[in-house]
C-alpha cells in the first residue's frame, strides 16, 4: 500500500502542500501548514457546507473535511492562461507561460484525495467567476496564500462574499515591515512585474481593510505567523542574510518562512 | 463686461457643481473643486502638437482643453456619465451613486458643454470607462492623459492595461500620492487602501508605488514632476472649512513642506509603452 502510494507521490514532480498521506507517507511540498493549522481562527465546521478558494493540492479542503464538514467543494484553476499576469509576462506568448507556470497543477490533488478516500469535489474556476448561480452558498468558505497572487484582490473577495452565507476565514502572506511601520493604516506593497505573479502584499491593517471593504465584518484575527517552507522549497535551508528582517521575523512569528496573518469575518452587507 | 461674456458668466452659473477650475473667457474662471492652472506647467508635457490625443477621466475637460490648446490635431476625452458604472465598494453600491447624482443635480456633463462652447473648443467627448479602452472602441493615440483618475478605481492595474493597448508614443500619468509613504518617510513601491466609499478611493500610492504601476502596466517611466499640490479651488468643502486641530496642521505643513502648498499631493510621470 505505501510503496504504491510512494510512487504515485513520487510521480508528481511538483507538491505545494506538505500533507500526511498515510502514517509513512508525506508530500514534499513547497510548504508545510501542518505546524500551524490547529492555530488558524476556524470557525465550527462540523456538517457544513464548505469551499476551498485556490485549493492547490487541498491541504485546507483535506483540512475543512476532517474536522467534520459535510460538504467540501475545492476550487482552483488548471489553465495558467487564466491566472493574473502581468501584461509584460503575458506578452512573451502561450509557450513562455507554460515554462513558467511548470508541469500540471491538478495531480497532486488527485493523488492526495484518493490516498485520504476524500469526498472533497474539485471544481475548476477562478475566484472570480465565484457565483450563487454556479455553485450555491457555504456556510464555511477558506482562503490561503491566494489574494497576492491576484491583480484585483477586492474583486475576487467580493466573489467570496457573495457565495458566503455563514464565515470567511482568510489566511493571507503579509508585509511583516510595512505592519510594524504601519500598524494602524492600510499599505500594501505592489509588486506586478515579473514572473512571481506577485501583485498586492498588504500588511495587518491592508490585509483586513480589503475583507473589510469587500463586505465583511472581522470577527477576529490572530497575531501573525510564519507559513513554513516545505522541503521542496528552495529557501527551506537558506538563512535569511538581513538580519534585521531575521529578527523582526523571530519576534513577530517566531519562526522561519513565509510571515502570514489569518483572520475570520462573516458578511456585513 | 460684453455680452458675449456676460453669456458665458451666466453659462458657467448654470452648471451645479464645477470639478476644475477653468479660465473660459478674460476674467471669467469656473469656480472648481480643484484648480490645476498653478501646476499645469510644471507638468512633464510631450510635444502634442499635430497629435491625435486621448483624455481619461477628463470631467470638465481641463487636461482635454489643455491638449488642444497645446496644438492636439485631434482630441478625444472620456468620462463616465452614470456613476452607476464607478468601482462603488458593495455597501455604498445603492446610495453612493444617488449621492453623486445629487451633487450634480444629474448634470455630470454640463460643465464640459459649457466649458467647450466658451472655447471654441473641438475636443470630442465620449462616455466610457478607462476599463472600456481598446483600439477596437476609440483607436490608438499618440499621446494619453490620465489625472487624478487611478485612485478611483478598485483595479487600476487593470486600467493602466487598458490604456496601454490604446497609446502609441507618450502616456501623461498624474495622480494623488501619498506624501507620507513617499521619501524621506518611505521608498517602497507601496499603496494606501481606503475602498470605503466614503469618497470613492480604493489605492493612493506612494511616488514610488505610482511608478510601479506604470511599470506593471507595460510602461517606461521618462521624466518625472513632484511631489505637487493640487490645489482647492473656491467650491471645495475644505475652502470653507474653519482649520483647526493638530492633524489639519500636521497635514498642511507636510503639504507645504513636501509639495509646496497646501493641496492634493500629486506626482505625474511621462511614460512611454515598452515594446
Not at chain 1, 511538483?14 to 502514517?23: F, G, Q, R
Not at chain 1, 487541498?58 to 483540512?63: D, Q, Y
Not at chain 2, 455630470?108 to 465620449?126: D, I, M, N, P, W
Request: net charge neutral; aromatic share 8%.
Amino acid at each position: 500500500m505505501s510503496a504504491g502510494l510512494r510512487e504515485a507521490v513520487d510521480s508528481n514532480p511538483v507538491w505545494y502542500h506538505t500533507i500526511d498521506l498515510a502514517a509513512d507517507v508525506t508530500t514534499p511540498g513547497h510548504f508545510d501548514l501542518r505546524p500551524i493549522v490547529d492555530k488558524l481562527p476556524w470557525p465550527a465546521v462540523r456538517g457544513k457546507r464548505c469551499l476551498d478558494v485556490g485549493t492547490y493540492d487541498g491541504f485546507l479542503a483535506f483540512e475543512l473535511e476532517r474536522r467534520g464538514a459535510s460538504e467540501v467543494v475545492a476550487l482552483d484553476i488548471p489553465d495558467h492562461e487564466d491566472w493574473d499576469w502581468p501584461a509584460e509576462i503575458r506578452a512573451l506568448g502561450p509557450e513562455y507561460l507554460a515554462s513558467v507556470a511548470g508541469p500540471e497543477k491538478g495531480a497532486g490533488f488527485r493523488i492526495a484525495r484518493e490516498a485520504l478516500r476524500s469526498s472533497v469535489e474539485k471544481v475548476d474556476m477562478t475566484v472570480y467567476d465565484l457565483s450563487r448561480e454556479r455553485l450555491g452558498t457555504f456556510d464555511v468558505v477558506v482562503c490561503g496564500s491566494l489574494l497576492l497572487h491576484l491583480r484585483d484582490p477586492l474583486r475576487a473577495l467580493e466573489a467570496i462574499r457573495s457565495v458566503c452565507s455563514g464565515e470567511f476565514m482568510s489566511a493571507e502572506e503579509i508585509d511583516l515591515r510595512l505592519s510594524v511601520r504601519h500598524p494602524r493604516r492600510a499599505v500594501a506593497r505592489l509588486d506586478g512585474t515579473g514572473e512571481r505573479m506577485q501583485w498586492w502584499v498588504p500588511n495587518v491593517a491592508a490585509h483586513k481593510r480589503m475583507v473589510f471593504a469587500a463586505g465583511f465584518e472581522i470577527l477576529r484575527s490572530i497575531r501573525p505567523y510564519s507559513e513554513a517552507f516545505g522541503v521542496a522549497h528552495p529557501a527551506h535551508r537558506r538563512q535569511m542574510r538581513t538580519m534585521h528582517l531575521r529578527l523582526a521575523r523571530t519576534l513577530l512569528t517566531a519562526d522561519m518562512g513565509v510571515p502570514h496573518a489569518a483572520l475570520l469575518a462573516r458578511p456585513r452587507v | 463686461m460684453t455680452a458675449e461674456l456676460r453669456g458665458v458668466q451666466a453659462d458657467v452659473e448654470q452648471v451645479p457643481a464645477w470639478y476644475h477650475s477653468i479660465e473660459l473667457a478674460p476674467g471669467i474662471v469656473s469656480p472648481g473643486y480643484f484648480d490645476l492652472r498653478p501646476i499645469v506647467g510644471e507638468l512633464p508635457w510631450p510635444d502634442v502638437r499635430g497629435k491625435r490625443c486621448l483624455d481619461v477621466g477628463t470631467y470638465d475637460g481641463f487636461y482635454a482643453f489643455e491638449l488642444e490648446r497645446r496644438g492636439a490635431a485631434e482630441v478625444i476625452a472620456v468620462d463616465v456619465a452614470d456613476p452607476h458604472d464607478w468601482d462603488w465598494p458593495p455597501d455604498a453600491r445603492e446610495e453612493g451613486p444617488e449621492r453623486a447624482e445629487r451633487f450634480t443635480r444629474g448634470q455630470r456633463t454640463r460643465g464640459f458643454e459649457v466649458a467647450r462652447r466658451a472655447l471654441g473648443s473641438a475636443v470630442e467627448r465620449r462616455s466610457m470607462t478607462i476599463y472600456g479602452l481598446s483600439p477596437e472602441t476609440v483607436g490608438s493615440f499618440d499621446v494619453v492623459v490620465c489625472g487624478s483618475l487611478l485612485l478611483h478605481l478598485r483595479d487600476p492595474l487593470r486600467g493602466l492595461e487598458a490604456i496601454r493597448t490604446v497609446c502609441r508614443e507618450s502616456f501623461l500619468s498624474v495622480e494623488e500620492i501619498r506624501l507620507s509613504l513617499s521619501p524621506p518617510f518611505g521608498r517602497g513601491p507601496v499603496a494606501e487602501l481606503d475602498g470605503s466609499g466614503e469618497q470613492l478611493q480604493w489605492w493612493v500610492p506612494s511616488v514610488s508605488g505610482h511608478r510601479r504601476m506604470l511599470l506593471s502596466a507595460g510602461f517606461s517611466v521618462g521624466p518625472t514632476a513632484g511631489p505637487f499640490a493640487v490645489r482647492y479651488g473656491p467650491s471645495h468643502p475644505t475652502a470653507s472649512v474653519t482649520p483647526s486641530g493638530w492633524r489639519w496642521l500636521r497635514t498642511r505643513l507636510l503639504q507645504r513642506a513636501l509639495a509646496g502648498a497646501p493641496g492634493v499631493p500629486h506626482a505625474a510621470i511621462l511614460a512611454t509603452p515598452r515594446a
